[in-house]
């Protein structure tokens, strides 16, 4: 596998592309299991069934395919809402709405200029998240895994992040990530690119051997 530079020019067709590569994947996925698994609990999502997670991802991609963005959205008490408003919902219902979103939201975020780029990169780890419980192959990788590296080094360069070179075990040529200019040396990951997801999406990474020099595991995390 190889992942090509990051550009400073925003490739706005790319959230869009990711979403629909995971959708592809997870929603057969999600059709093809039985309802006691929506049930089951999640680790990176604390209080959350998968269940919940599918509801926030799909509630959340429906707010962005319609354009709604009232005030306080997004927030743990909103994402919470949208949870409790799906609660008689069939699972399948839940999963169709997934389906649409993922399906939608692209055009609607590469016309946003970056704005929603964000939330096509944690839809993506959360359908990880799901794929973690359910034991499926792909969690936090997976055919996404380029298009997701390529928007995460462009994500964490936006948002003035801490610096990072990243020597990806999986991925054939050096990730960097954060802010070029900040004036700390960057820091320095050795490992798997699934790792480095978790890292950055807050997600434990027990068990995964990864060397990190230069800065925490807690201050990678772009959505804490």
């Not at 629909?20 to 093809?32: F, I, K, S, T």
């Not at 380029?146 to 990243?166: G, K, N, Q, S, Y």
């Not at 798997?192 to 950055?200: E, F, K, N, P, S």
């Amino acid at each position: 596998m190889t992942t090509a530079d990051v550009h400073d020019v925003r490739d706005p067709e790319l959230p869009g592309r990711l979403l629909v590569v995971e959708r592809d994947a997870l929603v057969p996925l999600l059709r093809g299991r039985a309802d006691a698994d929506f049930a089951l609990p999640t680790v990176a999502c604390p209080g959350w069934s998968v269940r919940d997670v599918l509801a926030h991802c799909s509630a959340a991609l429906l707010r962005v395919v319609e354009n709604r963005f009232e005030e306080g959205v997004f927030t743990p008490e909103s994402n919470d809402r949208d949870i409790a408003e799906r609660a008689d919902w069939t699972n399948a219902r839940i999963v169709d709405e997934l389906e649409r979103g993922m399906t939608e939201a692209g055009p609607v975020i590469a016309e946003a200029d970056g704005a929603l780029d964000g939330i096509a990169l944690g839809e993506w780890v959360h359908a990880g998240d799901v794929r973690e419980v359910l034991g499926a192959p792909g969690a936090y990788a997976g055919a996404g895994l380029p298009d997701a590296l390529a928007l995460l080094a462009r994500l964490t360069r936006d948002r003035r992040h801490l610096p990072l070179h990243a020597d990806l075990d999986d991925v054939d040529e050096p990730l960097r990530l954060g802010d070029p200019t900040a004036p700390r040396p960057p820091a320095r990951y050795i490992g798997d690119a699934a790792t480095l997801v978790r890292l950055y999406g807050g997600r434990r990474a027990d068990g995964a051997s990864y060397e990190l020099a230069g800065a925490r595991a807690g201050e990678l995390n772009i959505f804490g």
